[in-house]
């Protein structure tokens, strides 16, 4: 059952922050470093604000003694008292609001809560690159705050940006969708906005954030797999071209400040211990500026349970020497001397991890004292109404309309004075929060929502969501018989899918269906099936039931999901969300291994492939599905139909012209993709009488892939109605239109791209080969 805080308890809680806010005062926390009132420390050189970073973190580590240095590399970081360096908790939570998740952020006192927004999954059905990063900036506005009244860390371990592979993982909640595109703009957009812009070099950080869980990790508790033993088998190409790509975009587009690798092996080695992903391509490809940090207690996992050492110690050098610089666990702690003793990693090797590390902190400001840029946030600007309103605006632009027959939405106050409003998450609020999430400022509850607009009766209908008996079944039709209209607000919670529980199937839990049925054919009004819901869920009868007029996907919808629901219900918002998943058919999981990383489908052992650009079989609703209440229409301006791709100089272009003769594709790395810039005009016309959004969904079917279908650019844009915008895309072919071979080389085939403007339009663009000389 959720937890439900009454609007009395949301108006203390408010209340109690004020207090706190008049009570407070900006050096509540002493500084991490270098405080002005120690006069042992305050002069030393890694005190002085002044000189280059990098010259202050060789200071520092020169003074430290071994026994120091490996104290410092573990997430609850111990004090150096004799040089003025405080104790640090690295471990902080911030997926979608701050969160005390972690160790690092605790609630009460003059922070009682946070903004909670919507889940990820739900905000990611936006396609709405500008509100993700203004969620980053409120987010961390709220952090810093809470850092400075001592409640929180610096160092948030956020977001999650794996790919959501099998519709069955308990964190698909926490994840931007299936397609890397779109995942990986979700990255860069919020881990900007958190860092406030902190880029290359050794610029400042607002907060730092961490993109994880690096890589190839989507699987936590199935059929006897765990993610502990878990030997994730994956193909170069499936690397390049789907799970490595959010990551990449993390460090080399966002400058995210932290990567954390993952559990899981891969190809048989761990993560954590593999150079080549993490020293090889993470710091020496990608050129992260940052910290690289395992999953708690991850290098307590390779060896306790996967094996993969023969000796503790050689588990920590492994993982140091395979570029790992901070362990969230005790386990570097406790087994780095022995390792360090017996020559199996060296002391040079530890300063580089510190290196990264302590950098990262002093970027933060953390060697700075009392004083920077954010010193003055505290309470008052946590849970202020303009974050609120972030909230909502939030919530209602990640609702998805799937389904409106003879437009049965929006309602209306006047026609649909009464409402019945029935379901186990009918009154949800801790449901619509989801994983990762701290204490929100307040709840608003569909019932409470939808009570704004109309007068409501209310039947639970279900004891849960597990629904596990009828006996409530009864009282929920007589609702629906004498109500206007009836909103049935269905679903999942966090005992059904979350972290270490992932699901068996796709069908709604226990009796759910059949009270949607039932209580559908006895309703004497429009019936609209709201449903809560990280991953995806077969409801294929409702779909198909002309009883059941409109169908919404809410995933978890924030703090203020109620209101976002009931919002869109009466036409106050108009939907424009969009799936960021496909929704598959309950079969779909009966016949494909959760284990089973691969992502294109082979069908000469039954393997239909994964995610809409792979797989081609039935959906219930597919990737990208969503409807508004007014109608748009979209028109191609510009857009080239030719572009020559230039080859390297002239010494080899006899080696590329042969190349291309036998493979028609041009290596990336072979052209100048500078050049390579395309430039796309779509006109967006509102054609119906409502104001609203659209999202322009561009995709690319490269040539000889005719079953492939690739989301290379999107847009979201607001038309008024009778209006119309003009919608422009930037791609790159390198970038976009490049496609991984089986050795992961990305290649830009020669010949007709498709273009599609989503489902509407298309267009071709012909790439050719120009042998032009090109000066490298």
Not at 197 to 215: E, F, I, M, P, Q
Not at 348 to 354: D, P, R, S, T
Request: hydrophobic residues 40%.
């Amino acid at each position: 059952m959720s937890q439900k805080y009454s609007s009395s308890t949301c108006f203390i809680l408010r209340f109690i922050l004020v207090l706190h806010t008049f009570a407070y005062s900006g050096d509540s926390r002493r500084p991490f470093a270098c405080d002005p009132a120690n006069a042992g420390t305050r002069n030393l050189r890694f005190c002085k604000a002044s000189l280059p970073i990098h010259v202050r973190v060789q200071d520092l580590i020169g003074r430290l003694t071994l026994q120091e240095k490996i104290r410092l590399l573990v997430n609850n970081a111990a004090p150096v008292e004799r040089l003025g360096v405080n104790g640090y908790e690295w471990w902080s939570e911030a997926l979608h609001g701050v969160s005390n998740t972690g160790p690092g952020v605790k609630f009460g006192g003059a922070f009682p809560g946070a903004t909670i927004f919507p889940q990820v999954i739900t905000t990611a059905a936006s396609f709405n690159a500008s509100l993700w990063e203004q969620i980053g900036r409120v987010v961390s506005d709220e952090g810093r705050a809470m850092y400075n009244g001592g409640a929180a860390g610096l160092t948030f371990w956020s977001p999650n940006v794996n790919i959501l592979r099998d519709p069955r993982w308990g964190r698909s909640q926490e994840t931007p969708g299936e397609d890397p595109h779109l995942v990986a703009q979700y990255a860069v957009s919020y881990v900007k906005g958190l860092q406030g812009g902190g880029g290359s070099g050794n610029t400042r950080l607002k907060v730092a954030a961490c993109c994880k869980h690096y890589t190839a990790y989507d699987l936590d508790d199935w059929n006897g797999y765990d993610r502990y033993h878990f030997n994730a088998k994956v193909s170069m190409q499936d690397l390049e071209d789907t799970y490595n790509v959010p990551f990449k975009a993390c460090v080399v587009e966002g400058n995210v400040a932290s990567v954390m690798c993952s559990y899981n092996q891969i190809n048989g080695k761990p993560s954590c211990a593999d150079p080549t992903l993490l020293r090889d391509t993470i710091r020496a490809q990608w050129h992260l500026n940052g910290y690289i940090v395992s999953d708690c207690d991850s290098v307590g996992v390779l060896f306790d349970m996967q094996h993969y050492t023969r000796f503790p110690e050689d588990a920590a050098a492994d993982t140091i020497k395979a570029g790992l610089d901070l362990d969230c666990g005790p386990f570097l702690a406790i087994h780095t001397e022995q390792a360090v003793r017996t020559g199996k990693v060296s002391e040079l090797e530890i300063n580089y991890a510190l290196a990264n590390t302590i950098t990262v902190q002093m970027r933060l400001g953390m060697f700075d004292g009392p004083n920077g840029p954010y010193a003055n946030l505290g309470p008052r600007d946590v849970c202020t109404p303009a974050h609120q309103q972030l909230a909502l605006q939030a919530a209602r632009e990640g609702i998805v309309l799937l389904k409106n027959i003879g437009r049965a939405l929006p309602l209306s106050p006047q026609r649909h004075r009464t409402v019945a409003v029935i379901g186990p998450n009918s009154d949800a609020t801790l449901t619509m929060i989801g994983n990762y999430a701290g204490v929100p400022c307040g709840y608003i509850s569909p019932l409470q929502g939808i009570s704004r607009y109309a007068r409501t009766v209310h039947q639970q209908g279900c004891m849960g969501v597990t629904c596990p008996g009828k006996q409530q079944f009864g009282l929920a039709e007589v609702a629906a018989r004498h109500a206007d209209a009836t909103v049935l607000v269905m679903g999942l919670d966090q005992s059904i899918e979350a972290e270490a529980r992932d699901r068996v199937s796709l069908l709604l839990p226990g009796y759910q269906q059949e009270l949607i049925s039932r209580v559908a054919m006895a309703s004497r009004g429009p019936v609209v099936l709201v449903l809560m819901s990280g991953g995806p869920i077969d409801v294929t009868f409702a779909k198909n039931d002309p009883r059941v007029s409109a169908i919404l996907w809410a995933g978890y919808p924030g703090q203020a999901g109620g209101a976002a629901i009931a919002d869109v219900l009466f036409g106050t918002a108009n939907p424009g969300g969009k799936l960021p998943m496909t929704w598959y058919p309950q079969d779909y999981v009966a016949k494909v291994s959760m284990a089973n990383m691969d992502m294109r489908a082979n069908p000469t052992r039954g393997y239909p492939g994964r995610t809409y650009r792979f797989y081609k079989g039935p959906t219930v609703f597919p990737f990208g599905a969503g409807f508004s209440y007014t109608r748009f229409s979209q028109h191609l301006v510009s857009v080239p139909s030719t572009v020559s791709v230039p080859t390297l100089h002239s010494h080899l272009v006899t080696n590329i012209t042969t190349t291309l003769m036998k493979k028609k594709a041009v290596r990336t790395i072979h052209t100048n993709c500078e050049s390579l810039d395309l430039n796309m005009h779509i006109d967006v016309k509102n054609m119906g009488d409502m104001d609203g959004t659209h999202t322009v969904l561009i995709f690319s079917t490269p040539p000889d892939h005719a079953e492939t279908k690739q989301l290379v650019a999107f847009e979201k844009v607001h038309v008024v109605a009778g209006s119309k915008q003009k919608v422009k895309i930037n791609m790159n072919a390198c970038k976009h239109l490049s496609v991984a071979d089986e050795y992961g080389v990305r290649r830009i085939y020669m010949g007709e791209h498709k273009i599609h403007v989503g489902d509407d339009l298309k267009h071709s663009i012909t790439f050719q080969p120009s042998l032009e000389e090109i000066k490298v």
